[in-house]
T-cell receptor, first 109, second 113 residues
């Protein structure tokens, strides 16, 4: 069964770059790596996905090495509003996304 | 574009009462899901549906039933509510499983006393 591991929490200061790494155990060959963001009292929100190498959008960058055993979500110059829980879900046997506990990012002024 | 809409947003139930949570999506997605989220537990899949008229069990299906009579709606029912079902419930939908991108509603806070 595929499983991901990511840090439980991280602290940062405004303006810093934050990198959150997720290890992907037994990710399927044809599966994409996705990251979600969840603010308190809201549902998770998709922020980025990739298959290999690097993907960048207006919110974040995603780095995936060739072996796809890990991925790193990079948030440039974080602000207080980036305080949230970040998930790198894995695919369950039923095709559903398994979210785990995520990484709680706290950005301080 | 409303996306995924859940009703009600808040509800307090007495033990043994029944209720139904309604999820509606306007994106013509085939797949719909119900998750529950408890402190420190992440999101756990209750039931899901891969199309109109179909339902399947997720990780924690006991005590819940679902129906997908229309493509845009996915109903989650609690026949006899228990305090252990106090949780935040999230509905989600996606165009297909392998894409990986799913869209969540804003959540329904349920308290069973």
């Amino acid at each position: 069964l595929a499983k991901t591991t990511q840090p439980i929490s991280m602290d940062s200061y405004e303006g810093q770059e934050v990198n959150i790494t997720c290890s992907h155990n037994n990710i399927a060959t044809n599966d994409y790596i996705t990251w979600y963001q969840q603010f308190p009292s809201q549902g998770p929100r998709f922020i980025i996905q990739g298959y290999k190498t690097k993907v960048t959008n207006e919110v974040a960058s995603l780095f995936i090495p060739a072996d796809r055993k890990s991925s790193t979500l990079s948030l440039p110059r974080v602000s207080l509003s980036d305080t949230a829980v970040y998930y790198c879900p894995t695919r369950g046997s039923q095709g559903n996304l398994i979210f785990g506990k995520g990484t709680k990012l706290s950005v301080k002024p | 574009n409303a996306g995924v809409t859940q009703t009600p947003k808040f509800r307090v139930l007495k033990t043994g009462q029944s209720m139904t949570l309604l999820c509606a999506q306007d994106m013509n997605h085939e797949y719909m899901y119900w998750y529950r989220q408890d402190p420190g537990m992440g999101l756990r899949l209750i039931h899901y549906s891969v199309g109109e008229g179909t339902t399947a069990k997720g990780e924690v299906p006991d005590g819940y039933n679902v129906s997908r009579l229309k493509k845009q709606n996915f109903l989650l029912g609690l026949e006899s509510a228990a305090p252990s079902q106090t949780s935040v419930y999230f509905c989600a939908s996606s165009p297909e499983v392998k894409v990986g991108t799913i869209y969540f509603g804003e959540g329904s806070w349920l308290t069973v006393v």
